[in-house]
């Protein structure tokens, strides 16, 4: 596994994982309530394995931009993954993360850059290691 990389290995693809995690997952919101994540945590696995997802209603605003937040989020959760990376191998956990923005759309931000992601992600990165 690459340190800065995103393998498929690393991402929730299927509907009925998206599924698991939201029914038994836990919320937790970024300080200023503008992004959410759920994330599961299966303990004593044969594998350590850390996968993350990025979703963005429809409701939230035009294609451009959803796809736009996805990739802001996706980097940001690519280059600090190393945050709970040390857990994930020293305790063999399967940590599965669903990401998504709450209070932000096309018409409040319209010109969002990753400086405004960036913490946000990481911050509940630390709130995932803290839970845990």
């Known amino acids: 596994m690459k340190q800065f990389g995103l393998s498929k290995k690393e991402r929730i693809k299927r509907k009925k994982e998206f599924d698991f995690v939201f029914s038994n997952g836990e919320y937790l919101f970024s300080p200023d309530k503008t992004f959410k994540a759920v994330f599961y ?3 004593e696995t044969e594998e350590a394995v850390l996968q993350a997802a990025f979703a963005v209603s429809k409701k939230a605003g035009i294609a451009v931009w959803r796809n736009r937040v996805k990739r802001l989020m996706r980097e940001s ?3 600090n993954k190393n945050i709970l990376l040390p857990l994930v191998a020293e305790k063999k956990y399967r940590i599965q ?3 998504s923005p709450l209070s932000i759309n096309y018409k409040n931000s319209k010109n969002i850059c990753l400086k405004n992601v960036m913490p946000q992600i990481v911050d509940i990165m630390n709130q995932i290691k803290e839970k845990i």
């Open 77 to 79: 959760f690519r280059l």
């Open 97 to 99: 993360i669903i990401f």
């Open 41 to 43: 945590v299966l303990k």
